[in-house]
């Protein structure tokens, strides 16, 4: 029998290495995120693997799963806990060693494994990890999966087995790249900042934009778990502030930022201004959809309003539903709808054939903006971005809020705008035109500027976000307007960064 997990041991007793630790707070959404150390231990999450194995012989899949690791002190140490919790439920394990995300996606298409399990805490600072799951390539869990993960894993409900087998797969890095650069170079030769932040990506990014016939300039692309400059995240204005000066000093084309495990991609274009990845999405959308007329596109809640309104989207034909904000729900509706591609505002992209298998990945994305950029040769990636219909948006915001509080901050927000909706009252000056509760709630004026506040569903915070179509001055006031109402929450912490 395995111990039951307990909710918190004091670390440097006997207690802590003689026992399992699961916060049950990490069990999140659509993966599950901890703080080593405090949050789980390493026999918590040898405890996660039998729950995981367990799980999947529940789903009906075959026990045999793809796990990988990122550039983290600790990574290595979590990854072979849960690889012995995952033989111990009974699990065939292929190992791809130190990897980006999309590579352990890539990985169960090339070694025909049906599940995978990447232990990485993504662009989260470091004393974070986690670990992104799937049982059905290419999607990830969801919420009903995670729930009963959640269940699986506190109650010690496992169901050991004899059979479990490892298989490590040396040099496997090579047949990914192999596969992103299996297609005609660039005919455009283009000068590119590639920055990691000093993470995984920093491994692989530079030399896959160089072989596609990009001129690479790199930019913190050292791997190092410290993280010395700044967090490998593509929404902190700090990464992208960084990019911008590169791309100034060489004089370059436009500059991506990859995350911490190389799923998302960030972009700077040839002028040093940053543009948020909604707005990226609009204008691959626009080529796409020149490409493949009446094509359908999925977007996350936080994004622009130009997918709904653009008018060379609607020349083309383009169809676009808004949808839950997370890589597992974007990525499970844009399978669901076969549309031709999905796009988060955080910088997930999910591309269907003929780009991509429909999984996120930071090196697809930079290449379709290349391959973009390649059929638009009198065009700079600033011509392109200004030839959008104007808005003010506003960078990702994230007031701290407990994860055992945020979810009923939100539903106190949602239940406010409802009300204020069914009583006529305005929201920054004006009626308001609709809400969308699909993810949060999204409320939008009658003069088309919006604010979204929704529960980030990976760490312990809120997640805001405001547009205007109109001017600055509007996106201000809705920005005053959805703060006001979290600031009647004591429970809502300072932000990240703001307007």
């Known amino acids: 029998m395995f111990p039951t997990p307990k909710p918190l041991l004091r670390p440097n007793s006997y207690e802590f290495e003689s026992e399992p630790m699961v916060k049950p707070t990490g069990f999140r959404e659509y993966d599950a995120r901890w703080l080593f150390g405090s949050e789980i231990n390493l026999m918590g999450v040898q405890a996660l693997g039998m729950g995981l194995g367990c799980l999947i012989a529940e789903l009906g899949q075959p026990q045999e799963i793809v796990t990988g690791h990122d550039f983290r002190s600790y990574s290595a140490s979590i990854k072979y806990a849960l690889i012995s919790g995952l033989q111990a439920a009974g699990c065939k394990v292929h190992d791809i060693g130190l990897c980006m995300t999309p590579m352990a996606y890539f990985a169960q298409f090339e070694l025909d494994v049906p599940c995978v399990a990447m232990v990485t805490a993504s662009h989260n600072d470091n004393g974070w990890t986690g670990v992104k799951m799937g049982a059905n390539r290419p999607l990830t869990f969801g919420p009903d999966e995670m729930t009963r993960l959640k269940e699986i894993v506190l109650n010690a409900d496992f169901n050991n087995k004899v059979g479990g087998c490892y298989h490590f797969h040396e040099n496997f890095p090579a047949r990914y790249i192999a596969d992103l650069t299996r297609r005609a170079k660039l005919k455009r030769k283009l000068k590119v900042v590639v920055a990691c932040g000093n993470g995984t990506a920093g491994a692989f990014a530079p030399q896959v934009m160089q072989a596609i016939g990009c001129e690479v300039i790199p930019l913190d692309t050292e791997l190092d778990y410290t993280f010395p400059k700044y967090n490998p995240n593509p929404e902190d204005m700090e990464m992208l502030h960084a990019i911008r000066d590169a791309v100034l000093e060489h004089d370059a084309d436009l500059g991506f930022g990859f995350d911490g495990d190389g799923d998302r991609c960030g972009v700077v274009d040839n002028t ?114 200004n030839a959008l219909p104007k808005t003010w948006s506003s960078p990702t915001m994230s007031p701290h809020c407990a994860d055992e509080a945020k979810y009923g901050v939100v539903a106190a927000v949602i239940a406010h705008f409802e009300a204020a909706q069914t009583n006529g009252d305005k929201v920054a000056g004006q009626p308001i035109r609709d809400l969308v509760t699909v993810n949060g709630v999204r409320v939008t004026c009658e003069d088309g500027s919006w604010g979204l506040v929704r529960a980030s569903s990976n760490k312990p915070e809120l997640v805001v976000v405001v547009e205007s179509p109109v001017s600055e001055q509007r996106m201000h006031d809705m920005f005053a307007a959805i703060n006001a109402v979290l600031g009647t929450h004591a429970e809502v912490g300072a932000y990240n960064q703001t307007i």
């Open 272 to 385: 040093g201004e940053e543009i948020f990845a909604d707005k990226v999405g609009v204008m691959l959308a626009r080529d796409m959809s020149a490409i493949t007329p009446n094509a359908q596109f999925v977007v996350d809640v936080k994004s622009t309003g130009l997918f709904a309104t653009d008018p060379v989207l609607q020349a083309h034909g383009a169809r676009t539903e808004y949808w839950k904000t997370g890589h597992s729900y974007m990525k499970r509706r844009t399978h669901e709808l076969q549309a031709l591609a999905g796009f988060e505002k955080s910088g997930h992209f999910f591309f269907n054939a003929p780009l991509g298998r429909g999984y996120d990945d930071g090196l697809i994305s930079a290449i379709a903006i290349c391959e973009m950029l390649d059929r638009a040769p009198d065009k700079s990636m600033a011509d392109l971005k």
